[in-house]
């Protein structure tokens, strides 16, 4: 977990007005924090102005918090909010079966290897097309298809009618949507957009989706910087994403790359995604529910661990 950097810093002093104002309000809140957690929502709040994916997340950022120190008890600011949220409530649909569609689809296009690595998927031996001492080099390896937004975030097929995790679908789209990205283009059947998936053995689809690696855009359109998080090593400096046949088969949405590189970024300069561990890590330690409250945030986590888990996919 890293402390803003201060106001003086040069990121700061590059910042609009506005944008300058909201990240203030972030320090004297980080500053004025009792708890770990009231100092991860300082830090992820800061984080996010710095790092936001848009011009338009970045403002919706700070139109919310400029000039009023964050009070996450507050509903009064949500109005716009829950009204997305409700309109989205009635676009949440049940999950069709065509995640493998997607994987084939996706394998084409990246021509049969992992997007990172460059290694072979198993099935690479028997295409047409596919040097056997490409293969050989390479190596092979089983591959999954990784979504760049999850697709959990959009269904639910584990039981019939699940309404908390509906609400917890909506809630995240509402603030997609005011982010400035088009919910729609990925709602029902176009989450297996190729536009939103990737192809990824399964150590990197692991780091993809806890937000330890991600996707920097460079200079060069369709080449990105693999950032990574912790110890993980023997990933590739930069990669170009290639298709196979670009007409038919569209690379991955460079807007949803950088969503995704943003949010990694925030989580792990904020300290959120070591504080979602921790919880993880209590969770399954705990034994009994603490008199005093206190395993209250476990609660909460496991419940929402629970809904987000609940979609049970095939790679």
Known sequence: ??????????????????????????????????????????????????????????????????????????????????KDKMDLMTAIQEAPKDHKEAKIQALIRDGFKCVVTGIYDMEAEGIRGIDREDILRAGLVYTECTHIVPESTFFDVSRPSSPEKNDYSASVLAVLKHFGYDVEKLNGAKVHSLANVMTMQHDVREWFDRLEICFEATTVENRYHIQTFGRIRHVPATVTLMSSNPTTLPLPSPKLLALHAACAKVAHLSGAGVYIDKLDQDL????????????????????????????????
């Open 284 to 315: 399954d330690d705990l034994d009994v529910l603490a008199d005093d409250g206190g395993s209250a945030d476990v609660l909460n986590h496991a419940l929402l661990r629970l809904m987000t888990d609940s979609v049970n996919v095939g790679a």
């Open 1 to 82: 977990m890293t402390a803003l950097p201060p106001a003086e810093a040069t990121q700061i002093s590059n910042l609009e007005p506005n944008a300058s104002s909201a990240y203030n309000v972030c320090l004297a809140f980080e500053h004025d924090a009792k708890t770990e957690k009231d100092v991860v929502r300082a830090r992820l709040l800061g984080y996010l102005i710095l790092h936001a994916p848009s011009l338009d997340a970045l403002h919706e950022v700070v139109e919310k918090y400029k000039g009023r120190t964050p009070d996450y008890s507050d509903h009064s600011g949500h109005r716009s909010l829950i």
